[in-house]
């Protein structure tokens, strides 16, 4: 099979949209999983308690996707495999997806710690956080979903 990476291009002006679109995700994922991180090294009292869906401590939960998230934006950075770093972030936004739908399913009402205890220091609601974050994964998870679509059909074509 035929390497993405291979692929049509865009025009000059769809490399600068991927382009910025990727820098701002990476940029996004450094600020949430450096928040996850040093939130792990917190006393606050949700850090032990578990998380409904993996079954982890918020703690463990906290290390594991900031390290992820650090990981993937590490990569949309300085990697030139742009469209494996489409799929990379595609693939992160689809479990935050499908975990925020297995919160909703399960009946889980309160907020998302997604940015652990930076919505403290920052003194912003965790209301406001948990629907910020919503719209971030639905700004990754369609960004990227139009970007590998429209290089499928260009392949394709």
């Known amino acids: 099979m035929s390497d993405p990476e291979k692929w049509i291009p865009f025009s000059s002006s ?3 949209i991927q382009n910025f679109f990727l820098q701002s ?4 994922l450094t600020i949430t999983g450096l928040a996850k991180i040093l939130s792990i090294f917190g006393t606050a009292e949700i850090l032990e308690r578990y ?3 993996l079954g982890f401590s918020f703690r463990l939960t906290f290390l594991i996707v900031g390290s992820l998230e650090l990981g993937i934006a ?3 950075f300085f990697s030139k495999r742009k469209v494996l770093s489409i799929i990379l972030v595609g693939w992160l936004a689809t ?4 975990y925020r739908l297995g919160l909703w399913f399960i009946g ?8 652990g205890e930076l919505t403290s220091f920052l003194h912003i609601s965790e209301s406001f956080a948990d629907m910020t974050m919503k719209y971030l994964i639905f700004y990754i998870f369609v960004g990227c979903f139009i970007f590998l679509f429209k290089k499928y059909f260009i392949y394709k074509n």
């Open 25 to 28: 995700v990476a940029i996004a």
């Open 108 to 115: 889980w009402q309160h907020p998302c710690h997604c940015l």
């Open 74 to 76: 590490f990569f949309c």
């Open 95 to 98: 479990v935050f997806t499908l």
């Open 51 to 53: 998380e409904p869906i």
């Open 14 to 16: 769809s490399n600068m």
